[in-house]
């Protein structure tokens, strides 16, 4: 996989990531994301918790680590990603690791 994983993605969801260089968007985004690559047959390897504080400055999540490992399977590594990704924006939702900050999620696409 090329080093910039957003060329995977559609110009306009492409543009809406945290990063120039990786997929690293809010959950909408990110499942967005998902759908797009499950359409592509491509795996998610892991995926990590990212936050935008207030300020604009970014840092990793600490209590939204992310996955190790996913499945090998195209399909259930999409699947996964996505349901681990709605639970970390549900904790989030009730108890914000930052006041103020967002939660962006990271994709590793292989």
Same mark, same amino acid.
């Given at each position: 996989?090329?080093?910039?994983?957003?060329?995977?993605? *559609?110009? &306009?969801?492409?543009?809406?990531? $945290?990063?120039? #260089?990786?997929?690293?968007?809010?959950?909408?985004? =990110?499942?967005?994301? $998902?759908?797009? $690559?499950?359409?592509?047959?491509?795996?998610?390897?892991?995926? &990590?918790?990212?936050?935008?504080?207030?300020?604009?400055?970014?840092?990793?999540?600490?209590?939204? #680590?992310?996955? !190790?490992?996913?499945? $090998?399977?195209?399909? =259930?590594?999409?699947?996964?990603?996505?349901?681990?990704?709605? +639970?970390?924006?549900?904790?989030?939702?009730?108890? *914000? &690791?930052?006041?103020?900050? +967002?939660?962006? !999620?990271?994709?590793?696409?292989?």
């Amino acid at each position: 996989m090329s080093s910039s994983n957003l060329a995977i993605l *559609p110009d &306009e969801l492409a543009a809406r990531s $945290l990063s120039k #260089q990786d997929v690293v968007m809010r959950h909408d985004d =990110a499942l967005t994301a $998902l759908d797009h $690559l499950a359409r592509a047959g491509l795996r998610i390897e892991s995926w &990590e918790g990212w936050v935008r504080l207030a300020d604009g400055t970014r840092t990793k999540s600490l209590m939204h #680590q992310g996955s !190790f490992a996913l499945p $090998l399977d195209a399909s =259930a590594s999409i699947t996964t990603a996505r349901d681990m990704i709605s +639970e970390a924006q549900r904790r989030w939702d009730r108890s *914000p &690791e930052y006041p103020g900050g +967002e939660l962006y !999620f990271k994709l590793t696409i292989v």
